[in-house]
């Protein structure tokens, strides 16, 4: 494990700045032989890289401070008008609250326990919220229009270099987790993680937005949201993903409150319902045989919306899950797509399709299955928007999941990102 860490620390040190699993793995793989003939100078960069893992006063310094959370509400009303001087606010106050959150999770990311700590992959996603801290940390202090962009501009990239974290986070998990005894250790560390950066990545690209005055939205705040057509689109997302990966797919039907229009953020809604759509199709596909093929029993998504909040319930006929089985569905890692079908195994596609940032769009549009990460973390997201996710199965029918979320304008609507 020593020489892992010593390996992708060094590789980070040399590193022009990006840093991508694919390549981490492929590096330390084929380039093994290459690098124990390395010389003096990058065995003092080894040494620098690695004291940069804990020798960081700054991330102690900022993780001590206190998060400032906001209400939908908050975000909503401060976005109203849109001028320069909103755009500016918003950048200085993401300035001073993103190095705190990130901060909390390198200490997170340290707290470890050792075997999980070293770990390649995770020390690389370890490594990208260090760099992450360091860059938005020595930013310069944003008083102008002209400083503002430049941060906007150093902040969608590294949005960008996070996009696969959570997909990384899956892999690092799956190969270490059989050397941890605490499970609730684990569970602790990845939703916090997880739903950091969900909130993290939700305020980065509410400024972002913020500067684009798209009709309909206030940031990433859809003003007058169709839930239909969300929902919809994750549809059309799941159905295309099960075309390439099995030929055929049941029809997903939509009824109940189809014409809800309320404010609300997409980009949770966008992470969570493809992967409750996909766990629903694959049981549905893989609990009829080919040549039943006409007979695929179909999807009912169900919406409720109501002052408090809305909710989805997605039904299908895909054998439920085994009583057995039935507590592990919601922990991390678990899974029942065996490793040499899984659509992880290439670690190409990602846990979750990130469909409204794809930076690099699979053709196949991410995994099917395999990391066993869909169902914990979507439970994990809605939690954070002060809603819930559970399951009933019918064994031997199918699985009903639920979907509650609060929606922001309600005056019960406690949550904060
Ligand atoms: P993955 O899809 O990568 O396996 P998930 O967290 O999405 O991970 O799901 C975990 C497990 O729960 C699945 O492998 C499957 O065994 C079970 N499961 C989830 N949803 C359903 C469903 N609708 N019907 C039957 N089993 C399901
Ligand atoms: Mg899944």
Redesign the pocket.
């Known amino acids: 494990p020593t020489m892992s860490v010593m390996r992708i620390a060094s590789f980070g040190a040399q590193g022009r700045g990006r840093l991508s699993l694919q390549r981490t793995t492929s590096f330390l793989s084929s380039n093994r032989v290459e690098y124990r003939a390395s010389t003096t100078t990058s065995e003092r960069e080894r040494a620098k890289s690695v004291a940069a893992f804990y020798n960081q006063p700054a991330v102690e310094a900022a993780a001590k401070k206190r998060t400032v959370r906001l209400t939908p509400s908050a975000i909503l009303y401060h976005g109203r008008t849109d001028d320069e001087a909103t755009t500016l606010k918003s950048a200085q106050y993401l300035q001073k609250e993103l190095p705190v959150r990130i901060a909390k999770r390198i200490i997170a990311f340290r707290d470890l326990p050792f075997i999980v700590g070293c770990n390649p992959i995770i020390l690389g996603v370890h490594e990208l919220y260090l760099r992450a801290f360091n860059i938005l940390n020595s930013f310069e202090t944003i008083k102008t229009r002209e400083d503002e962009v430049n941060y906007s501009r150093k902040l969608k990239e590294l949005l960008e270099d996070h996009q696969n974290v959570v997909t990384n986070l899956a892999a690092g998990f799956r190969e270490c987790r059989r050397h941890i005894q605490n499970e609730e250790l684990v569970v602790r560390f990845l939703d916090k993680t997880l739903t950091s950066r969900l909130g993290i990545r939700m305020l980065a690209q509410h400024h972002l937005s913020l500067r684009e005055s798209k009709p309909n939205y206030v940031g990433i705040i859809n003003v007058a949201m169709k839930l239909k057509e969300v929902i919809e689109r994750s549809c059309q997302f799941v159905s295309r993903v099960a075309e390439h990966k099995y030929g055929r797919v049941p029809q997903l039907k939509l009824s109940g409150h189809v014409n809800a229009v309320f404010p609300y953020i997409e980009l949770p809604l966008d992470y969570i319902l493809p992967?409750v759509l996909?766990?629903?199709v694959?049981?549905t596909v893989e609990s009829h045989s080919e040549f039943e093929m006409m007979r695929l029993p179909p999807i009912h998504i169900t919406i409720a919306s109501n002052e408090i909040d809305f909710i989805i319930r997605i039904s299908?006929r895909?054998?439920?899950?085994p009583h057995h089985?039935m507590d592990r569905?919601?922990e991390y890692n678990?899974?029942?797509?065996n490793e040499e079908n899984s659509d992880?195994t290439q670690l190409e596609g990602r846990v979750f399709s990130d469909m409204m940032e794809a930076v690099n769009p699979n053709p196949a549009g991410g995994p099917m299955?395999?990391?066993?990460?869909?169902?914990?973390t979507s439970r994990a997201y809605a939690e954070y928007m002060g809603g819930s996710l559970e399951?009933q199965?019918m064994q031997g029918i199918?699985?009903d999941?639920y979907l509650r979320l609060k929606h922001i304008n309600s005056p019960s609507a406690s949550f904060r990102i």
């Open positions: 992967e996909k766990n629903a694959r049981a299908d895909g054998g439920g899950i089985l569905a919601l678990f899974t029942t797509a992880s299955h395999g990391f066993g990460f869909g169902l914990p399951i199965a199918g699985t999941v």
